[in-house]
């Protein structure tokens, strides 16, 4: 079939011949730092906050004991952030986690990491998020009533179908709705922060009496706390799968970051002080959906409303988590571990269409036929895995390579003090889950003799380059 580019002396042939006569086709700089203030914030700030902080409380024992494992997560989840806008601003190409694990230690370890993405972490975690939002945008029709399982279905695949469609429509949409649906999940913070701190002001602390008995605090169950609050923080990596995107990334990377988990912290560590205002410990721990259930007891009729804030900042993960991952699917095919037709841009609207569109069919085969929640538990520790790998190759680089330009360095100490946390945790899941990690690390390693099938010894699929005539796609211009 014929080779269509723009400018790289091949000559374009057949229909697309005009549209891309003396055009550039690339991805622009249209990431400002609001922008990446809202792609982080926005892949955050998910469900989580909303149902589920009594994991941590349930696990570390005691009201006081939880806020502080809110407070320490969110600064340990800061000190990987820095190390990662060490290495956005070093190593100044999209793809983050896969690249620079690339970098630092070669295309073999890469390319598992991307296998594992590809066929199992990502579709999970995103029909996963996407369940949630599924759920919470019938709520309000359905109450009190339950919702029919397959009407959740349909309206999670709804859901998907709108976040790829959007992501391949346009980089600047894209964009600008994430912006929006940042606004209105921190207003939805908002809406139990004011309230839950106007109770606390007016005296209503009884609550917060006996917050730090140590009687029901175990110190096995602390470090499962951490775990689940380390998930909660997960995200503030999205930013660097488009650093070749973003405008300025030597200043507005680390910018971004620091902002946006400041921002973070501050939102979770006062929506559970707000929580604890309004509920007993008790209540927390026996309810389903803890923001619906604070709204039931403080806002009255009002509490309808907090279903559907769940649900649009359930649909910002998805679309700041996609726009992200594309971005990391485009690199991994200009560095030869896909086929070539995902580092491809569609040739009017500018988007890397095939990348964007390369995790629809899994993640809708899962939600239908898959046991989402149990691939997840097989992958939670490889996320923590991979994650101290990159950092682990952040102080590699350090000595392998000295004189690389680092426009933003960050101490010693913080990458060292985040890579024994992540080891640490990949241990704790060794220990506490050994059938599941034990299967997910076996999933993982199914990337090694791909690597060999694929890759070393180039035995692709040569159908899939057909789909260049079909999305009107081309190679970008370097």
Avoid at 64 to 86: D, F, K, N
Avoid at 119 to 147: D, H, K, N, T, W
Avoid at 176 to 196: D, E, F, W, Y
Wanted: charged share 10%; net charge neutral.
């Amino acid at each position: 079939f014929p080779s269509f580019t723009t400018s790289t002396g091949m000559d374009p042939s057949g229909k697309l011949q005009d549209e891309l006569h003396g055009s550039k086709v690339e991805l622009g700089k249209k990431v400002t730092l609001l922008r990446g203030i809202s792609i982080i914030i926005g892949t955050i700030i998910g469900a989580g906050i909303f149902i589920s902080p009594k994991g941590i409380l349930r696990s570390s024992g005691s009201v006081g004991m939880s806020l502080i494992v809110w407070i320490a997560c969110g600064v340990l989840s800061l000190l990987g952030a820095l190390s990662y806008a060490e290495l956005g601003t070093s190593i100044t190409k999209s793809g983050g986690h896969y690249t620079y694990i690339m970098e630092a230690f070669g295309p073999k370890m890469a390319f598992i990491r991307l296998w594992s993405d590809l066929i199992a972490i990502r579709p999970a975690a995103m029909a996963v998020i996407s369940l949630a939002f599924g759920q919470y945008i019938l709520e309000p029709l359905f109450m009190p009533c339950g919702i029919p399982p397959m009407a959740v279905k349909l309206a999670t695949a709804t859901g998907i179908t709108s976040v790829m469609y959007l992501n391949s429509m346009s980089v600047t949409w894209t964009a600008r709705i994430q912006n929006i649906l940042t606004l209105s999940k921190l207003l939805a913070i908002a809406i139990i922060i004011v309230p839950g701190m106007y109770q606390l002001f007016k005296g209503e602390t009884q609550n917060f009496e006996d917050a730090f008995d140590l009687s029901k605090v175990q110190l096995s169950g602390i470090p499962l706390a951490f775990y689940s609050g380390m998930y909660a923080y997960a995200g503030w990596f999205y930013l660097n799968f488009v650093t070749e995107e973003v405008e300025h990334p030597e200043r507005t990377m680390p910018l971004a970051i620091c902002i946006s988990m400041a921002i973070v912290t501050s939102c979770y560590v006062l929506a559970n002080v707000s929580y604890y205002t309004v509920m007993t410990a008790e209540e927390l721990l026996s309810s389903e959906a803890v923001a619906v259930t604070f709204a039931e007891k403080l806002l009255g009729n009002f509490s309808r409303v907090v279903p559907l804030f769940v649900a649009m900042s359930c649909f910002g993960s998805m679309n700041g988590s996609l726009f992200a991952l594309s971005r990391m699917f485009f690199v991994a095919s200009r560095e030869g571990h896909l086929p070539e037709v995902f580092s491809m841009i569609h040739i009017r609207r500018h988007t890397p269409l095939a990348a964007v569109l390369i995790l629809y069919p899994m993640t809708i085969l899962l939600l239908f036929v898959g046991d989402i929640y149990s691939l997840l538990n097989f992958m939670s520790f490889l996320r923590w895995l991979f994650i101290g790998v990159v950092v682990l190759g952040l102080i590699y680089l350090r000595f392998k390579k000295p004189d690389l330009p680092r426009p933003f360095k960050v101490p010693l100490f913080i990458p060292v003090i985040f890579c024994l946390t992540c080891f640490f945790m990949v241990f704790l899941s060794l220990y506490s889950d050994p059938v599941n990690t034990g299967i997910g690390f076996a999933i993982c390693l199914t990337g090694l003799p791909a690597y060999y099938i694929f890759i070393y010894f180039s035995h692709r699929p040569k159908w899939l380059q057909n789909l260049q005539i079909v999305l009107e796609v081309v190679p970008a211009d370097q």
